[in-house]
């Protein structure tokens, strides 16, 4: 899913946490707005050429917003241990969805026992990521559901410095 979706996404639903005019430049407004009318297949590419920080004000992100941070915390995947297995990869530069809120989820995962394989990405930017793991991630997914085993779990990832 587009970045800027996410962020549709966010405004929309939890408006309190998400201000976008605080959060914002013009230009990430304005691409916001156009995001309330379209589909998500429609924008995936807009702004993609331009790092997600150019559209934050000086300063801002989501994740010195403690505000949204909450938000990415109470929604996050960690809730419950999935009994399926998992194929699961993650930008360790993503600017939409931090490595500091992925990597407790994932680790509290295979720390329980899930059926997990992880890895980071050594990548900017999350649209980049998802790309680069997209092919991995379908081939898996495809032989996951033509009945072959999904193979060992793993968790192959850089930690940052806390974590």
């Not at 924008?43 to 331009?50: D, F």
């Not at 998992?86 to 994932?106: K, M, N, Q, R």
């Not at 720390?111 to 998802?130: C, K, Q, S, V, W």
Request: charge should be negative; proline fraction near 10%; aromatic fraction near 12%.
């Amino acid at each position: 899913m587009c970045a800027y979706a996410q962020k549709t996404a966010l405004s929309r639903e939890f408006p309190e946490a998400f201000d976008a005019e605080a959060l914002l430049t013009e230009d990430g407004q304005r691409i916001l707005q156009d995001f309330q009318s379209r589909c998500v297949y429609t924008v995936a590419l807009t702004g993609m050429y331009r790092p997600i920080s150019d559209y934050f004000q000086p300063g801002k992100s989501l994740e010195n917003s403690p505000a949204v941070m909450q938000v990415l915390r109470e929604q996050s995947l960690g809730q419950h241990i999935p009994a399926t297995p998992i194929f699961w990869w993650h930008g360790i530069w993503d600017e939409l969805i931090p490595a500091s809120v992925v990597l407790p989820v994932v680790n509290d995962y295979w720390t329980r026992g899930a059926d997990l394989r992880f890895y980071t990405m050594p990548l900017p930017e999350h649209i980049t990521n998802a790309a680069a793991g997209w092919p991995p991630a379908v081939a898996w997914t495809s032989a996951v559901l033509r009945g072959l085993p999904p193979g060992p779990r793993f968790k192959a990832d850089f930690q940052l410095p806390g974590n």
